[in-house]
Every structure is written in C-alpha cells, then in structure tokens.
C-alpha cells in the first residue's frame, strides 16, 4: 500500500469552488480500481490550503488513476484555481503530516482557540473567581457521590457562601429527564444569567451539568472541578457537552469551553482503585495516538501507571490540549481523539440498555483493542504492535468477552455514531504506535472480525 499527499494552494475566491468538485468527484475516485481511501483536509490556519490524501494498493493502481480521463478532466476544471502548483508527497508518511499539523509553527500571536485556562493545585485562583463580585450567586452542581466525597474539600478552601445542586450518580441518569429536573431546580433558586456555574463531578458532571448551564437562559458562565482521573484527563478539555438519549451515548449535546478548568489531585484520594484504573484507559489511548515513548515505558515497567498516573496527568492533558486547540470543532484532526470509541461507545450503550455496569474506561479499552485490530487488518499497523497493546490493555482491565457476545447488535449502535457520513460508520485508527489517522470507512466482516479477535483468549 502507498499513501499519497498532495498540497493545494488556491486563490481565495475560489476555495468554495474546490470543495464542490471535489464532493462531486469523490465517489468517482473512491470507485477507481486499486484506490483503498481518500480524505480531504483543510489547513486550519490558512483557508486556502487543502490536503488530499489517498491511500493506494500500490504504484500501478495510482498510475492507471493518474492516467484516466476522471483525473484529465478533474484537472482541466481546477487548475484555473490555483494560486500556487500542487504540491505531491507520495512517500510521505501519513505520521509525519500528523506531526506537521500538531507541532503549532504559526505565529505567536496566535489565539488559542481553546480560550480558556487549564489549573493545576491552584486553590487561589479558583478562590478569586469564585469570590469575585462580579458573579450575582454561585451554584455548584455536584452528584450524590461528588456532595458526599468530595463537596467538604472544596468548602474548605473557599468563603463565599454557595448554593448546591445535586441530581443521581451513574452515566444511566445522563439524559433530558434528569437536565428537566436540574432545570426546574434551578428556576426554584432563582438563577439568574450573571450566576456563576462550578461542576464539581466526574465526566457525567461535566458533560450534563455543562450542558445544562450552557443552554439554561441562553447560557450561564461556569468553570469545571473535574473530580475523577477519568474526567482530569479527558472530559475537562474540549468543550464536548451532551447527555444520552434511548441509551445513545451524547446524541444532545453542544461544544462550549469551560471559563476555567481547575485539577486537583487531592479529589483522587476520593476514588476507589477501579475509578482510579478507569482513568487509565485515555491515558493509554493518548500514548497510542501520540506518545508512542510512553507507551513503550508503559508497556516495559507493568507498575508504571500505577506508580505515576498523578505525573500523568498533565502531559496527557497536554496531549489533548495541543489537539483541541488546532481543531475545536471537530473537523478535522481532533477526531484522532475518537480512536477506541466508536466501539467502546457502542458497548457502553449496551451496558446501559442492559443496566449492567460497565465503566466508561472499560468500554473504551476493549474499543481499542478492536479498532487497534482493525487499523492491523487495513495494513496500518504491524502485527507485533496489536499483539502489543491487546496484551497490555487486558493486564490492566482483564479479559470479558461477554461484552463482545452480540456483535450484530453492537454494530447496529455504531450506526448511530456522531461520526458517521453518509450512512458509513467512521472510525479514527492507528498507523503505528504514537500516530493516528481519522475518517476511514471499515465494511462490516472487518468491525465483526475485530470483535471475534477480541473475544478469543491470550
């Protein structure tokens, strides 16, 4: 298989008039004997540059392509559009185009689009946000576990008086009917638009009570206490906000950033050793998307996350930051961030549907081990590196096949994925430890076979 990158330059007027023909062409494309995937990718500084990229089973099936009266005619139509020639890279890796992207070489006055601060320990800043004057009231929306774990720490540290708001804890109780009640609760307090919203929770916190800050009254400000390892280092950036419907993971949801997020360790100490071992699961899946030393490390020292998943954290957030931040949208590159999740999420609905449970994390490390298989079977990874991360993922999590027993079903939940196109379930995978790709189209045999080598035993 070859890859092939070609870099387009256009004059601005005319970017519009590219996108169009491409959409028209790409099928065209795609149907082309020997063409295995083809994506484009906007530069997400300049609007005037694309990448196409397209992967061929080798130099004669691309040659025939370059050859054909489709290719003739697609270039007669755009190359009065260029501003620039086009640019080919057939044997630039596809990493190496990830890197390009995820290094920031643009301008240093350039804006995070982020726009929002990240804290760690730093009870004084949070002390003078919370106190300013500014703010006509505080509320805090917190769940049954976070009031009675985890509330005290943060009365301890701060004066200003507060009014709290808790609703059930579980990720079976992230949906409308519960933001009803957080609404009617809220109107009860006489909330108003100048209150100031802090979510001291878990990922169900942030992503519901966010949620609900976010489009009460048109929105009120509100800052995120991530209180669990899992939601310090996933849930807190990106400005992802949503709730489940009929068991779907996030189908109502918005991105909207936080004012702040603020980390504490010291909420850790809350957890029991399986909340803590669920938080590794987006840990190992940043490594594996783009950290490949860590993993390494990792995979090398079996009590490594155990002894350092507190110095983890920040370089796993850092991780995320630089991804969120070059793409806060989702249309692009941040997708890679999506990787174990197309599957994991399926099987964290069927756990809900069944109401059994089954953590997020653990959802998401038997995601992994399938859609690290399936980037194997699109001859993305090599077959010593899935043997790799299938054998560490369960050293952590442990085997349960169960999980995997109903894989039409599973499929059928992937249909309803947010990332779908065009009816086509989309997955992001890996090209080698430490590098990810996005937006590929798997046939189903493939999503079943990868379930299978799941379920089989070491």
């Known amino acids: 298989m070859i890859k092939r990158i070609v870099r387009l330059c256009f004059k601005e007027e005319f970017t519009d008039d590219f996108e169009a023909i491409f959409t028209k062409s790409k099928s065209e494309i795609r149907a082309s004997k020997g063409c295995l995937h083809l994506e484009l990718c906007k530069d997400l500084y300049d609007k005037r540059i694309y990448f196409t990229i397209s992967f061929w089973e080798n130099e004669d099936a691309l040659q025939m392509y370059r050859n054909s009266e489709l290719f003739v005619e697609t270039w007669a139509s755009t190359k009065k559009l260029f501003e620039e020639k086009p640019m080919a890279f057939s044997l630039l890796p596809f990493q190496q185009l990830n890197q390009m992207i995820l290094t920031d070489t643009k301008p240093k006055n350039y804006i995070s689009a982020a726009q929002y601060q990240v804290h760690f320990e730093d009870w004084d800043t949070l002390r003078s946000i919370i106190e300013d004057p500014i703010y006509s009231q505080v509320l805090v929306i917190a769940d049954e576990n976070t009031e009675k774990l985890c509330l005290h720490i943060l ?26 009640m957080i609404f009617e609760k809220m109107l009860q307090k006489n909330i108003d638009r100048n209150c100031l919203v802090v979510l001291l929770g878990g990922g169900v916190v942030g992503d519901m009570g966010g949620f609900c800050s976010a489009t009460f009254k048109r929105g ?57 071992r669920n938080g590794f699961a987006e840990m190992i899946k940043h490594w ?46 941040r997708k890679i961030l999506n990787f174990g999740h197309t599957i994991g999420h399926a099987i964290e609905s069927l756990s809900i549907l069944k109401s059994e449970d089954l953590l997020h994390g653990e959802a998401i490390a038997i995601g992994m081990i399938c859609e690290s298989y399936i980037s194997y079977r699109m001859n993305l990874l090599s077959e010593e590196e899935i043997f790799k991360i299938r054998e560490y993922i369960i050293s952590i999590f442990g085997h349960h096949p169960k999980w995997v027993n109903d894989p039409a079903f599973l499929v059928e939940l992937m ?16 090209e080698g430890i ?18 299978y080598f799941y379920k089989q035993k070491l």
């Open 288 to 333: 594996l998307i783009a950290d490949r030393e860590t993993f390494d490390t990792a995979h090398a020292h079996r009590d490594f996350i155990y002894k350092n998943y507190k110095n983890c954290i920040e370089s796993s957030l850092q991780i995320k930051l630089n991804i969120t931040e070059k793409d806060p949208k989702e249309k692009g590159i």
């Open 415 to 430: 249909y309803h994925d947010k990332k779908n196109r065009n009816g086509k379930i989309q997955f992001s995978l890996l």
């Open 434 to 451: 430490g590098y990810a790709v996005y937006n590929w189209e798997i046939p189903e045999d493939i999503i079943y076979e990868s379930l």
């Open 155 to 180: 009365f301890e540290n701060i004066a200003r008086q507060v009014r709290v708001l808790t609703f059930p804890a579980g990720e079976k109780h992230k949906n409308l009917m519960t933001c009803h």
């Open 220 to 276: 009120l400000p509100f800052i995120y206490l991530p209180t669990t390892l899992l939601s310090q280092v996933d849930a807190s950036i990106g400005g992802k906000l949503g709730v489940d419907v009929n068991g779907i993971k996030n189908v109502a949801g918005i991105f909207q950033n936080p004012k702040n997020v603020f980390v504490f360790t010291e909420f850790l100490q809350t957890l029991p050793e399986i909340h803590i």
